[in-house]
């Protein structure tokens, strides 16, 4: 399986979108979009904490230690309220574009 | 929480979060490697990536750059002692013009709201009409005129400086006094320090009975005591009740000035109107702007000319004075002679210590370059192991800018120094120069911006260069340049050309500067300065009768005379040189025009060595009642007896105040004497016998010559004057030191022009030394095979020398260029030659070629002494 690249902003959208349903550490954040995806989307350290610094930086998630479930010390993420409001306009703007990307496909 | 906010936290708890995210991404990599995946990537980097999105790695970079500059520069001790040194001085001297610029020119005065003040002058000054004082802008009555009606003003007042008598007798002392209007204080917001300001209720019927003191005066001349119901002063004779203190930083509104007692006017019943004596000054009233109060002033005009109408001078002068419009100009820097005498100096110093700087720049720059070179394997090996271009740049900058900054903070600790000593050299004995200089914001931008600016003229180009370098051809090529590049060298040869073009431009400066000072210094007065003591004696409290006072002048004069070692001695109503003038209209024939005068005892021309060219001396039988004579001198005769015999023909005077129209007979000629400065052309002089003066007032001037040292001729004089008239006040000085005490401006410019002339002559000198030194060490290689092949050490020497003519000849011809371009913003600052002056730039090239074949002959001499051998071998 090629490696996919993702522009950083979809990234972002989807480290919120998992973060929904809960608090997750890193390494956890990763494993799930992973498998989510079918295994197609492979998100690299590299790509991962700068990401989640940027989000740290604009308020959308706060951070907290806690033990993994190996009982390492981890840092989980938690969604704020002002990252559910992002996420939903994220959201909507990423449904808005992707019918319109899907209408020109469909019809061209 | 804004994001600012959490950026800032993360800034102050940069380290715990460093530890938290490394730690949490060690976590990552273990969980990953346990999961079957493959460690990736290096750590640190990946960390700094992430680290990244908070926004601080500058800072980071920032202050490894620091410490690895401050670590480069404790390495190389002597370079950085050089560019500390030069930036030092070079950033010590300019701030040091800008703090006196400063504070002469462009700092408020220390009252509130400064820029509302306006002062009221009439449209091109009150040309020839009446007496005028010092910073004497209008008179009393159209003061008094302003006072009643100034629309434009929200409060107006008036001062004038003066000096007062404190004290009695022989321990009396002369202080600077200012004699202020009632609304003074209130109107330019001046609280006292201690006791109350002079107000309203000081000013009434003369003599004035209340005064206040400075707070400098207050220190040293009162102790610093308390003021209290009996603080008095004997001022003048009287004495006066001291109501107040003012505050610290108040000198007066004179820039240059310090005020040591103020005074109140007082009302006279009959203000002369014809004495410009005061200075009028208001606080615009909101919503008034300099444009609309001068307008209405100039409306107002003709109505307070016309009430204030001059009496008693010939009908032009009145017609003149019912044409004055006033117009109001701002005030807010107050006023200033200092500023007057010196601001083109001031600008002048500032640009060539400006030219001195950007020498040194140079020099720093060329250093900066020949270091880049020796540097060149450090910045190769650095680019080959990764490091960014830009980062490679920025750390070179950085290193400049550290050098810079701490130049400039020296600098600033110099600056302080230099302009409390310029200012120290300023001041003469009659005409102490008072600043405050302090170092405020504008002093503290101008030595940060002018460090910025050093560093970008010696810092960046190198850098460019420097960081610019190919890995590949720097590592293989390791400073064993076979030639070295011709481009390479293009930017230190332009910057030689460079110093070498300015430091001409300087030293042309300095030898106008020193010319002309020497010029007026040998300048011919045509009397005699040496040996002569001038004494100012008041007499007033002799209670002398008007009618007699010419005669007790004339028995005083004996006195003096009779001393034993005294050669001749003479009274005269004008000290020459000194400054004073006293004009008045005549007319002679058809040829009307106006001329100086002067009243001296006949005695005068003998003790000031003026030989008589025709006719005859005064005598005594030149008195007040017999026939009205006078003596002229050439420029008289020439300006109104075009070639016709003066003997025995009349002038009439213009009448003045207390000086009738009178009709005089010329009975001799003198050659021209120089009259109120030594750098005026001689204006038409007539001298009348003092016996004739109609004006007597109970003082005079006396000049005495004598052989003896002045302190003994002084002594004698004071003994003799005392034992007759022990009331008597007399001051003395030597003529001739006074003379000098008038040219101190043009001897602090030839000094310090010529001082940073020859300081950038040298430093082009080290320029071109250390360029034709860098050019021979890159040429060893040739030069030794050169002289392998055979050619003689004569040949090595013209081929440097060609190189360094190249670049001198260059430099003089940019240099003459500029030389005579800058030469027109000095010229007023010359005397007796011009900007042009062709001996002074020919001896300026001469000079500056003299320098610089000496500074390239010893790299050339070193080089044609050579061991091809050893050229060759080595590295």
């Given at each position: 399986?090629?490696?996919l690249?993702?522009?950083s902003?979809?990234l972002m959208?989807l480290?919120?979108r998992?973060?929904?349903?809960?608090p997750?550490?890193g390494?956890a954040?990763a494993?799930?979009i992973?498998?989510?995806?079918?295994e197609?989307?492979?998100?690299?350290?590299?790509?991962?904490?700068?990401?989640?610094?940027?989000?740290?930086l604009k308020g959308?998630?706060?951070?907290?230690w806690?033990l993994s479930?190996t009982n390492r010390?981890?840092?989980?993420?938690r969604l704020?309220?002002a990252?559910?409001?992002q996420?939903?306009?994220e959201?909507?703007s990423y449904e808005?574009?992707?019918?319109a990307?899907?209408?020109v496909?469909?019809?061209? | 929480m804004?994001e600012l906010f959490?950026?800032?936290?993360?800034l102050?708890?940069r380290?715990?979060?460093?530890?938290?995210?490394?730690s949490?991404m060690?976590?990552h990599?273990e969980?990953?490697?346990?999961d079957?995946g493959?460690?990736?990537g290096?750590a640190?980097?990946?960390?700094?990536e992430?680290r990244d999105a908070?926004?601080?790695?500058?800072i980071?970079?920032?202050?490894?750059?620091l410490?690895?500059?401050?670590?480069?520069l404790?390495k190389?001790?002597?370079?950085t002692?050089?560019v500390?040194?030069?930036?030092t001085?070079?950033i010590?001297?300019n701030?040091a013009?800008?703090?006196?610029?400063n504070?002469?020119r462009l700092?408020?005065?220390?009252v509130?709201s400064?820029?509302?003040?306006?002062?009221?002058?009439?449209?091109?000054g009150?040309g020839?009409?009446?007496?005028?004082?010092e910073?004497?802008?209008?008179t009393?009555?159209?003061?008094e005129e302003?006072?009643?009606?100034?629309?434009?003003f929200?409060?107006?007042?008036?001062?004038?400086?003066?000096?007062?008598?404190?004290?009695?007798?022989?321990?009396?002392?002369?202080?600077?006094g200012i004699?202020?209007?009632?609304?003074?204080?209130h109107?330019?917001?001046?609280?006292?320090?201690r006791?109350?300001?002079?107000?309203s209720g000081d000013e009434h019927?003369?003599p004035?009975?209340?005064?206040?003191?400075s707070?400098?005066y207050?220190?040293?001349k009162?102790?610093?005591?308390?003021?209290?119901a009996?603080?008095?002063l004997?001022?003048?004779g009287?004495?006066k009740?001291i109501?107040?203190?003012t505050?610290?930083?108040f000198?007066?509104l004179a820039v240059?000035e310090r005020?040591?007692?103020?005074?109140?006017?007082?009302?006279s019943?009959?203000?002369r109107r014809?004495?410009?004596?005061?200075s009028?000054?208001g606080?615009?009233?909101p919503?008034?702007?300099?444009p609309?109060?001068?307008?209405?002033l100039?409306?107002?005009?003709?109505?307070?000319?016309?009430?204030t109408k001059?009496?008693?001078?010939s009908?032009?002068?009145?017609?003149?004075?019912g044409?004055?419009r006033l117009?109001?100009?701002?005030?807010s820097t107050?006023?200033?002679?200092?500023?007057?005498a010196y601001d083109?100096?001031?600008?002048?110093?500032?640009?060539?210590?400006g030219?001195v700087l950007l020498?040194?720049c140079?020099?720093l720059?060329?250093l900066?370059l020949?270091r880049?070179?020796?540097?060149?394997?450090e910045?190769?090996?650095r680019?080959a192991?990764?490091a960014a271009r830009?980062?490679?740049?920025r750390q070179l900058?950085?290193?400049s800018?550290?050098?810079?900054a701490?130049g400039a903070a020296?600098?600033?600790g110099?600056?302080?120094l230099?302009?409390?000593v310029?200012?120290?050299?300023?001041?003469?004995?009659?005409?102490?120069?008072?600043?405050?200089?302090g170092?405020?914001?504008?002093v503290?931008?101008?030595a940060?911006?002018?460090?910025?600016?050093?560093c970008?003229?010696?810092g960046?180009?190198p850098?460019?260069r420097?960081s610019?370098?190919?890995?590949?051809?720097?590592?293989k090529s390791g400073g064993r340049?076979?030639?070295a590049?011709?481009?390479?060298f293009?930017l230190?040869r332009?910057?030689v050309?460079?110093?070498i073009s300015?430091?001409?431009?300087?030293?042309?400066g300095a030898?106008?500067?020193?010319?002309?000072?020497h010029?007026?210094?040998?300048?011919n007065?045509?009397?005699?300065?040496q040996?002569?003591?001038?004494?100012?004696?008041?007499f007033?409290?002799?209670?002398?009768?008007?009618?007699?006072i010419?005669q007790?002048?004339?028995?005083l004069?004996?006195?003096?005379?009779?001393?034993?070692?005294v050669r001749?001695a003479?009274?005269?109503?004008?000290?020459?040189l000194?400054g004073?003038t006293e004009?008045?209209?005549v007319?002679?024939?058809?040829?009307e025009?106006s001329?100086?005068?002067?009243?001296?005892?006949?005695?005068?021309?003998q003790t000031m060595?003026?030989p008589?060219?025709?006719g005859?001396n005064?005598?005594?039988?030149?008195?007040g009642?017999?026939?009205?004579?006078?003596?002229?001198n050439?420029?008289?005769?020439h300006r109104?007896?075009?070639?016709v015999?003066p003997?025995g023909r009349?002038l009439?005077?213009?009448p003045?105040?207390?000086?009738p129209?009178t009709?005089?007979?010329i009975?001799?000629?003198?050659?021209?004497t120089k009259?109120n400065?030594?750098r005026?052309?001689?204006?038409?002089?007539?001298?009348?016998?003092d016996?004739q003066?109609?004006s007597?007032?109970?003082w005079?001037?006396?000049?005495?010559h004598?052989d003896l040292?002045?302190?003994?001729?002084?002594d004698?004089?004071?003994d003799?004057?005392?034992?007759k008239?022990?009331?008597i006040?007399?001051?003395?000085?030597?003529f001739?030191a006074?003379?000098q005490?008038?040219l101190v401006?043009e001897?602090?410019?030839a000094m310090?022009?010529g001082f940073?002339?020859?300081?950038?002559?040298l430093l082009?000198?080290v320029?071109?030394?250390g360029?034709?030194?860098?050019?021979i060490?890159?040429?060893?290689?040739?030069?030794?095979?050169r002289?392998a092949l055979g050619?003689?050490s004569g040949?090595?020497?013209?081929?440097?020398m060609?190189?360094?003519?190249?670049?001198?000849?260059?430099?003089?011809?940019i240099?003459?260029?500029?030389?005579l371009a800058a030469g027109r913003?000095?010229s007023?600052l010359?005397f007796g030659?011009?900007s042009?002056d062709p001996?002074?730039?020919a001896?300026?090239i001469g000079?500056?070629?003299?320098?610089?074949?000496?500074?390239?002959?010893?790299?050339?001499?070193?080089?044609?002494?050579?061991?091809p051998?050893?050229a060759?071998?080595?590295d």
């Amino acid at each position: 399986m090629p490696k996919l690249q993702m522009p950083s902003g979809a990234l972002m959208l989807l480290v919120l979108r998992v973060l929904r349903s809960g608090p997750l550490h890193g390494y956890a954040i990763a494993q799930r979009i992973h498998v989510l995806s079918s295994e197609i989307l492979r998100v690299e350290e590299g790509a991962l904490y700068p990401a989640l610094q940027k989000i740290l930086l604009k308020g959308w998630v706060t951070s907290e230690w806690g033990l993994s479930e190996t009982n390492r010390r981890v840092r989980f993420y938690r969604l704020t309220s002002a990252g559910r409001k992002q996420l939903e306009a994220e959201l909507s703007s990423y449904e808005r574009i992707h019918k319109a990307i899907q209408a020109v496909l469909r019809t061209a | 929480m804004s994001e600012l906010f959490r950026r800032l936290r993360y800034l102050l708890n940069r380290r715990r979060f460093d530890r938290e995210l490394a730690s949490e991404m060690e976590a990552h990599r273990e969980m990953a490697a346990r999961d079957g995946g493959k460690p990736f990537g290096n750590a640190l980097r990946l960390r700094e990536e992430a680290r990244d999105a908070w926004g601080w790695t500058w800072i980071d970079c920032l202050f490894q750059d620091l410490r690895y500059a401050c670590r480069v520069l404790r390495k190389s001790p002597g370079f950085t002692f050089v560019v500390i040194l030069s930036l030092t001085l070079g950033i010590g001297a300019n701030t040091a013009i800008f703090q006196i610029l400063n504070a002469v020119r462009l700092r408020n005065l220390p009252v509130s709201s400064p820029r509302q003040l306006a002062e009221v002058k009439i449209v091109g000054g009150n040309g020839a009409v009446g007496l005028h004082d010092e910073y004497g802008e209008l008179t009393r009555p159209i003061w008094e005129e302003i006072r009643r009606d100034h629309p434009a003003f929200s409060a107006v007042f008036a001062w004038s400086a003066q000096l007062v008598l404190v004290g009695e007798g022989s321990a009396s002392q002369l202080a600077k006094g200012i004699l202020v209007s009632d609304d003074f204080f209130h109107a330019l917001g001046v609280n006292a320090w201690r006791g109350r300001v002079l107000n309203s209720g000081d000013e009434h019927a003369c003599p004035e009975s209340a005064a206040m003191v400075s707070y400098p005066y207050w220190q040293s001349k009162m102790g610093g005591r308390e003021i209290g119901a009996r603080t008095k002063l004997l001022i003048n004779g009287k004495l006066k009740q001291i109501v107040g203190v003012t505050p610290r930083s108040f000198f007066g509104l004179a820039v240059g000035e310090r005020f040591g007692i103020a005074l109140p006017f007082c009302r006279s019943t009959e203000l002369r109107r014809d004495v410009f004596d005061v200075s009028v000054m208001g606080r615009l009233r909101p919503g008034w702007s300099l444009p609309a109060a001068s307008a209405q002033l100039s409306a107002q005009s003709p109505g307070i000319m016309a009430a204030t109408k001059i009496k008693g001078y010939s009908a032009r002068s009145i017609e003149s004075y019912g044409k004055f419009r006033l117009s109001a100009y701002s005030a807010s820097t107050g006023v200033s002679d200092l500023r007057r005498a010196y601001d083109s100096s001031l600008w002048l110093l500032f640009a060539i210590t400006g030219l001195v700087l950007l020498i040194a720049c140079a020099n720093l720059a060329n250093l900066m370059l020949a270091r880049a070179g020796v540097r060149e394997r450090e910045f190769a090996v650095r680019l080959a192991l990764g490091a960014a271009r830009n980062r490679l740049l920025r750390q070179l900058l950085v290193e400049s800018c550290l050098l810079a900054a701490i130049g400039a903070a020296l600098g600033l600790g110099l600056a302080e120094l230099l302009s409390r000593v310029l200012v120290v050299s300023l001041s003469t004995e009659d005409n102490p120069v008072a600043l405050p200089m302090g170092t405020d914001w504008r002093v503290l931008l101008f030595a940060a911006s002018i460090a910025a600016l050093t560093c970008i003229v010696f810092g960046v180009a190198p850098a460019i260069r420097a960081s610019g370098a190919d890995p590949v051809t720097s590592m293989k090529s390791g400073g064993r340049g076979m030639t070295a590049s011709r481009e390479r060298f293009s930017l230190q040869r332009a910057m030689v050309v460079i110093q070498i073009s300015v430091s001409l431009v300087l030293l042309v400066g300095a030898l106008l500067f020193v010319r002309s000072f020497h010029n007026l210094m040998t300048e011919n007065l045509g009397m005699r300065a040496q040996s002569i003591v001038l004494g100012r004696i008041a007499f007033q409290k002799s209670n002398v009768p008007p009618g007699h006072i010419a005669q007790f002048k004339r028995e005083l004069l004996d006195d003096v005379r009779a001393i034993p070692g005294v050669r001749n001695a003479a009274i005269t109503t004008n000290v020459p040189l000194l400054g004073g003038t006293e004009s008045d209209g005549v007319t002679v024939g058809r040829v009307e025009g106006s001329s100086m005068f002067t009243w001296v005892s006949p005695s005068y021309f003998q003790t000031m060595g003026i030989p008589l060219l025709a006719g005859r001396n005064f005598n005594e039988n030149d008195t007040g009642t017999s026939r009205r004579v006078v003596v002229v001198n050439q420029t008289f005769a020439h300006r109104f007896l075009n070639g016709v015999n003066p003997i025995g023909r009349t002038l009439r005077t213009s009448p003045m105040p207390n000086y009738p129209s009178t009709v005089c007979e010329i009975v001799g000629v003198i050659p021209d004497t120089k009259y109120n400065s030594v750098r005026g052309a001689t204006p038409p002089m007539a001298f009348g016998p003092d016996s004739q003066f109609p004006s007597q007032h109970p003082w005079t001037a006396m000049l005495i010559h004598s052989d003896l040292p002045p302190t003994i001729v002084i002594d004698s004089v004071k003994d003799r004057i005392g034992q007759k008239h022990p009331e008597i006040l007399s001051r003395y000085q030597i003529f001739e030191a006074k003379i000098q005490d008038g040219l101190v401006r043009e001897r602090l410019m030839a000094m310090l022009s010529g001082f940073f002339g020859l300081l950038a002559a040298l430093l082009a000198a080290v320029g071109l030394y250390g360029v034709i030194g860098y050019i021979i060490t890159r040429r060893r290689n040739e030069i030794g095979i050169r002289l392998a092949l055979g050619a003689n050490s004569g040949q090595v020497i013209g081929m440097v020398m060609r190189e360094a003519g190249a670049l001198l000849i260059a430099g003089l011809l940019i240099g003459l260029a500029l030389s005579l371009a800058a030469g027109r913003g000095a010229s007023s600052l010359l005397f007796g030659l011009k900007s042009y002056d062709p001996f002074t730039l020919a001896l300026a090239i001469g000079l500056l070629v003299a320098i610089g074949a000496l500074s390239s002959l010893l790299p050339a001499f070193r080089a044609s002494k050579l061991d091809p051998m050893a050229a060759l071998r080595c590295d």
